[in-house]
């Protein structure tokens, strides 16, 4: 079992930044891919960002590439989102996910249904 706990989130207001960060345990963090996904009220869960093990691959939701930034740190455990240029669409609960790493990754990084484990999420609210 692989327990992920997010921390980071808060009230920012447009243009700001945030830092998620999801840490890792009760179980390996070798050989897992990491994702960040959010649910914004009323909508689905969408995917934000993903990061295949140990890390030489990344993959992003178009609507945050050029201002979010997903990497990780093995020795920690911890995978990281960093948030810039925010806008109140970005509102939203961030969750971090974890799978195992595979080589069709690249195409199942996206679906949430492909993912093991969860954390309990942390909002993040940007204001206009």
């Known amino acids: 079992q692989v327990h992920l706990v997010e921390s980071g989130g808060g009230l920012v207001q447009a243009g700001g930044s945030l830092r998620l960060s999801c840490a890792a345990s009760?179980?390996?963090?070798?050989?897992?891919?990491m994702g960040w996904f959010r649910q914004a009220p009323g909508k689905e869960r969408e995917f934000v960002a993903a990061i295949s093990w140990p890390g030489g691959s990344t993959i992003y939701t178009d609507s945050v590439k050029g201002r979010f930034a997903i990497f990780r740190d093995n020795a920690k455990n911890t995978v990281y989102l960093q948030m810039n240029s925010l806008k109140p669409e970005d509102t939203g609960v961030y969750y971090c996910?974890?799978?195992?790493?595979?080589?069709?990754?690249?195409?199942?990084?996206?679906?949430?249904?492909?993912?093991?484990?969860w954390g309990q999420g942390t909002q993040v609210t940007v204001s206009s």
């Open positions: 009760g179980g390996t963090f070798s050989g897992y891919a």
């Open positions: 996910a974890a799978e195992p790493y595979r080589s069709s990754w690249y195409g199942s990084a996206r679906d949430p249904n492909e993912y093991d484990y």
